[in-house]
């Protein structure tokens, strides 16, 4: 089954506490990206790669880290987590070979930084 | 730069009642359009896409949309609702010949008997 996996679910911190969230697909798609999601924002990109080794901001990257070291893994990373950095996450694939192909989301991770 | 603008940010509708959901983009050429949901919990699902085969597109659960060039619209339509249709609906656009999804702010669909 095609899908992209993104782990923890729900996650809660504490101010400055690294944490690493981590996605995962099975398509062998080229494109991933990382996305917030706020109320009455709706998705905001974080950041984006276009395949190994290559990664760059998206419109919200400040905070955020991110590496592409394999084809189907994309972590997204918080050095230092802050509060208003709580938030829905999500990770998307999608090919860059089908011009009119959708992104697959994962299933959302629940940040809560305190 | 590119836009998603979603008219309502709750709807309301009576079971078996016509479900409209507004999205209008600005861009000069027609970009590739679609409509997620997201379920309480869930992540977000495709519903439809347009990608100028035709400009009446059907999606899944008896979702479809219309695009019209001339008022840079895709509005979601559903002619009669259920209790499961109540969710987030998301409309985003993809320019041509690029990978970004642009979103807009999401239209949460409630359904009441």
């Known amino acids: 089954e095609a899908q992209v996996t993104q782990n923890p679910r729900y996650l809660i911190t504490v101010t400055g506490k690294k944490l690493t969230v981590t996605c995962s697909q099975n398509?062998?798609?080229?494109?991933m990206s990382w996305y917030r999601q706020d109320p009455g924002l709706g998705l905001r990109q974080i950041y984006y790669?276009?395949?190994?080794?290559?990664?760059d901001k998206g419109d919200v990257p400040e905070g955020y880290k991110v590496s592409r070291k394999e084809k189907r893994n994309f972590p997204l990373i918080l050095e230092s987590p802050s509060p208003n950095q709580t938030s829905l996450y999500f990770c998307?694939?999608?090919?860059?070979?089908?011009?009119?192909?959708?992104?697959?989301f994962g299933q959302g991770t629940r940040l809560t930084v305190v | 730069a590119q836009s998603v603008t979603q008219l309502g940010s709750h709807v309301s509708v009576s079971e078996g009642a016509l479900v409209l959901l507004r999205c209008n983009y600005s861009?000069?050429?027609?970009?590739?359009l679609f409509w997620y949901v997201q379920y309480p919990n869930q992540g977000l699902q495709l519903l439809l896409k347009?990608?100028?085969?035709?400009?009446l597109v059907k999606g899944i659960n008896g979702f479809e949309a219309e695009f019209k060039k001339s008022e840079t619209s895709f509005h979601l339509t559903k002619p009669s609702a259920h209790m499961s249709d109540a969710a987030e609906y998301f409309c985003?656009?993809?320019?041509?010949?690029?990978?970004?999804?642009?979103f807009g702010a999401g239209t949460r669909l409630a359904v009441h008997p």
């Open positions: 861009s000069s050429v027609p970009p590739y």
């Open positions: 347009y990608t100028s085969a035709a400009t």
């Open positions: 790669s276009m395949n190994v080794e290559v990664t």
């Open positions: 998307a694939s999608s090919s860059v070979k089908v011009a009119n192909t959708e992104a697959f």
């Open positions: 985003a656009v993809r320019k041509r010949g690029y990978n970004k999804l642009i």
């Open positions: 398509m062998n798609h080229e494109y």
